[in-house]
């Protein structure tokens, strides 16, 4: 039995997954596993996508990295899909949404997305395909919705999931007494 949580932090690009796990890191002691870091370090990888630039996972060959560690608990998992990550190892996946197109428009702009990337994640963002694909995959109880589109989003929706962690943490000392 894990005494700490794993939490999937999720989202389109851009929406501030990164930001919120190392803010999440230093509030909770749960450490940062960034996925795509994961996945270049431990050569994950099937091919490269050629029209959208970037690499294209082997999800058998990432979960196998990372299955020993995750397990453990006690990871914020960043990633911009959550799907393929098996019920049992997640105790919460938090959804992070930007609801304006422009403020999303600019962060990806501001990294260098081309057209067909950058319009590729907008898409993904309007019509809250993440969120479905969180809500499909996980109990309801499990996911939660939340917008990060200021800064001070990133303030109250770290202190709602760390309030949430320590929540986990106590349930789970009571539950081995």
Not at 23 to 52: F, M, P, W
Not at 62 to 71: F, H, R
Not at 83 to 101: E, G, N, Q
Request: net charge negative.
């Amino acid at each position: 039995m894990r005494t700490f949580p794993n939490v999937i932090i999720t989202g389109t690009p851009g929406v501030g997954k990164t930001v919120h796990c190392e803010q999440l890191a230093q509030e909770t002691g749960l450490r940062h596993l960034s996925i795509n870091q994961v996945a270049k370090d431990r050569h994950c990888y099937e091919t490269y996508d050629q029209e959208l630039e970037t690499w294209v996972v082997d999800e058998d060959k990432l979960l196998d990295a990372i299955e020993d560690e995750v397990l453990q608990g006690g990871y914020l998992i960043d990633w911009h899909a959550c799907d393929l990550f098996p019920k049992s190892w997640v105790d919460l996946v938090v959804v992070l949404r930007c609801p304006s197109t422009s403020v999303l428009y600019d962060r990806l702009s501001t990294r260098g997305y081309h057209e067909v990337k950058l319009q590729e994640n907008l898409d993904a963002e309007i019509f809250g395909v993440l969120l479905e694909e969180a809500r499909d995959a996980f109990d309801e109880e499990a996911v939660v919705e939340l917008n990060s589109e200021k800064d001070d989003d990133v303030e109250s929706n770290c202190a709602r999931i760390s309030t949430w962690v320590e929540s986990w943490k106590r349930a789970q000392s009571e539950n081995t007494v």
